[in-house]
């Protein structure tokens, strides 16, 4: 008779004894047993902080400059308001809207421009009190997806010429 033989249920053969199934359910728990306090004692793996510009921000079309003057307003919440002489004009105007992803629970810093700035041509306008919606640091929420919303207030001079105006701006988030 042979020192090894294979069975129909595959098990595992040792040098110059046969494997019983109760021999080799022994190690198996064990191993299973370990997997599972690694998987209790070992930290979940942590997800890089991602985030995803999904809408430029936009004051809109107004009537200024000529002696016209004052600021509008474009909040987070996505509300426009105008102060001064200058006229806000049709519903084309929108917050900056962007996407963080990471890891549930995960701490992140926000960091907003103090100021920006719009330009055409050689003429220039300010964009100041940059905010957004959420706090500026926290901790991601249980899903680890944060909607971010930012807003500012664009002053209009009052020799401001009519034109497109552009800017760019940089939104950057930290996480610890």
């Given at each position: 008779?042979?020192?090894?033989?294979?069975?129909?249920?595959?098990?595992?053969?040792?040098?110059?004894?046969?494997?019983?199934?109760?021999?080799?359910?022994?190690?198996?728990?064990?191993?299973?047993?370990?997997?599972?306090?690694?998987?209790?004692?070992?930290?979940?793996?942590?997800?890089?902080?991602?985030?995803?510009?999904?809408?430029?921000?936009?004051?809109?079309?107004?009537?200024?400059?000529?002696?016209?003057?004052?600021?509008?307003?474009?909040?987070?919440?996505?509300?426009?308001?105008?102060?001064?002489?200058?006229?806000?004009?049709?519903?084309?105007?929108?917050?900056?809207?962007?996407?963080?992803?990471?890891?549930?629970?995960?701490?992140?810093?926000?960091?907003?421009?103090?100021?920006?700035?719009?330009?055409?041509?050689?003429?220039?306008?300010?964009?100041?009190?940059?905010?957004?919606?959420?706090?500026?640091?926290?901790?991601?929420?249980?899903?680890?997806?944060?909607?971010?919303?930012?807003?500012?207030?664009?002053?209009?001079?009052?020799?401001?010429?009519?034109?497109?105006?552009?800017?760019?701006?940089?939104l950057s988030v930290d996480g610890n």
């Amino acid at each position: 008779m042979p020192a090894w033989r294979l069975t129909v249920e595959r098990l595992r053969l040792t040098a110059g004894r046969k494997v019983t199934k109760q021999m080799m359910d022994r190690p198996r728990l064990i191993v299973m047993t370990a997997i599972l306090w690694g998987a209790l004692l070992l930290p979940a793996a942590t997800l890089a902080l991602s985030l995803t510009k999904n809408q430029d921000l936009e004051f809109g079309s107004m009537a200024g400059g000529s002696g016209l003057s004052g600021t509008v307003t474009i909040d987070p919440s996505g509300g426009r308001h105008a102060s001064g002489s200058v006229r806000p004009l049709g519903s084309q105007f929108a917050p900056a809207r962007f996407s963080l992803y990471g890891t549930p629970g995960e701490s992140y810093r926000i960091t907003l421009p103090s100021t920006l700035t719009m330009a055409s041509a050689g003429d220039q306008m300010e964009v100041s009190a940059v905010t957004c919606s959420v706090p500026v640091s926290g901790t991601l929420p249980p899903g680890g997806y944060l909607a971010i919303a930012v807003g500012g207030t664009l002053t209009v001079k009052p020799a401001q010429r009519a034109s497109t105006y552009l800017g760019t701006f940089s939104l950057s988030v930290d996480g610890n």
